[in-house]
């Protein structure tokens, strides 16, 4: 299984909710095949993150949200592809710019080729993406003096298959 229920928030919005629920064998199968972590519900929003370390350095993520259509009142899937490397020397961070996809139908089968056309992407895309950047903070140093990293640093991230 792909979860760390460590990871896990809680997700109050019962629509959402429910399709999360119905999609879960897909985005699950997704996942074991893809040796991906997951981290779902971050903060109480309608988004799984699945977590990977990038083959060409750094970390990447792909965040699936499904929220309501205002204009339909039907379900629709969002996926937010990220690519990013830190330079722990210079406190830096590089960003990648990829595309999203958006308003992809919750069903199973469409939104599994999304997600695989969006994690092909980013295995695919170049260290040319990295164009935005920001200020990281030091790590805190362990009880070594070594930097101390968390579950979701590129160290501690599968590497997809």
């Known amino acids: 299984m792909p979860f760390d229920e460590r990871l896990d928030g809680v997700l109050e919005d019962p629509l959402a ?3 999360f629920q119905r ?11 893809h040796a991906l972590l997951v981290e779902r519900y971050k903060r109480g929003f309608a988004m799984w993150t699945f977590l990977f ?7 990447a993520s792909l965040q ?7 204009e339909t009142r039907e379900p629709l899937a969002c996926i937010f592809p990220h690519w990013w490397q ?13 595309a ?3 308003d992809v139908a919750p069903d199973a089968s469409i939104l599994r080729s999304a997600l695989e056309r969006a ?6 895309a170049t260290p040319a993406v990295l164009t935005r950047q920001s200020t990281i ?5 362990g009880a070594e003096g070594n930097p101390q990293y968390s579950t979701l640093d590129e160290a501690n991230l599968p590497l997809p298959r």
Do not use: C, M
């Open 17 to 19: 909710l429910a399709e």
């Open 23 to 33: 999609l879960t064998p897909e985005l699950t199968d997704f996942a074991d095949s």
């Open 53 to 59: 370390r990038h083959p060409k350095g750094g970390a």
């Open 64 to 70: 699936l949200s499904i929220s309501v259509s205002k």
């Open 86 to 98: 830190d330079d722990e020397a210079e406190s830096r961070r590089k960003l990648g710019e990829l």
């Open 100 to 102: 999203v996809l958006r």
């Open 119 to 124: 994690l092909s992407d980013v295995l695919h």
């Open 137 to 141: 903070a030091a790590r805190p140093a």
